[in-house]
């Protein structure tokens, strides 16, 4: 392993929602903040900005397409200055339970983050989406 290392994650997750309800819930920041729990800020439209978990994460958004895709620069509060952003891409795609949701993370600078990334999609962000979705569809129903 070389110092300039770089490392990747890939998860993938069903929600159990359409692919237009989990595009909705990840770049609305009304509804962000409420499966979060934490203030958020969502601008959506390209090389708009974001953060998430009260500015523990932000970036920039790369690219949005419409129940698909949405690539984000990504940069964690506490990496240090030398540390360079690393970059997310959502994908969506419609299942019989929902939406399977594709995360490929990369350019994470070490080993250890991207195993807490890759743990940190689903505890942090996946399955609190997912019980928001399920419920909002109870309420719903």
């Keep these: 392993m070389t110092a300039n290392e770089l490392f990747e994650i890939k998860v993938t997750y ?3 929602a359409s692919p237009a309800d989990v595009y909705r819930c990840l770049t609305s920041v009304e509804i962000i903040e ?3 729990e934490a203030p958020a800020k969502f601008e959506p439209f390209q090389d708009g ?3 998430l978990f009260d500015n523990t994460i932000t970036g920039q958004i790369m690219a949005l397409e419409q129940d698909e895709k949405i690539v984000l620069t990504w940069r964690q509060s506490q990496w240090t200055k030398k540390m360079a952003s690393s970059v997310a891409m959502i994908e969506l795609s419609p299942d019989r339970a ?3 949701v ?5 350019l994470l600078p070490s ?3 991207a195993e807490g990334h890759h743990q940190g999609w689903i505890d942090k962000i996946l399955e609190p989406l997912n019980d928001y979705l399920i419920e909002y569809d109870s309420q719903e129903g």
Excluded at 102 to 106: A, E, F
């Design 14 to 16: 069903v929600l159990y």
């Design 111 to 113: 080993a250890d983050i």
């Design 98 to 100: 929902g939406t399977v």
């Design 49 to 51: 900005n974001y953060s």
């Design 34 to 36: 409420e499966w979060s």
């Design 102 to 106: 594709v995360i490929t993370h990369t």
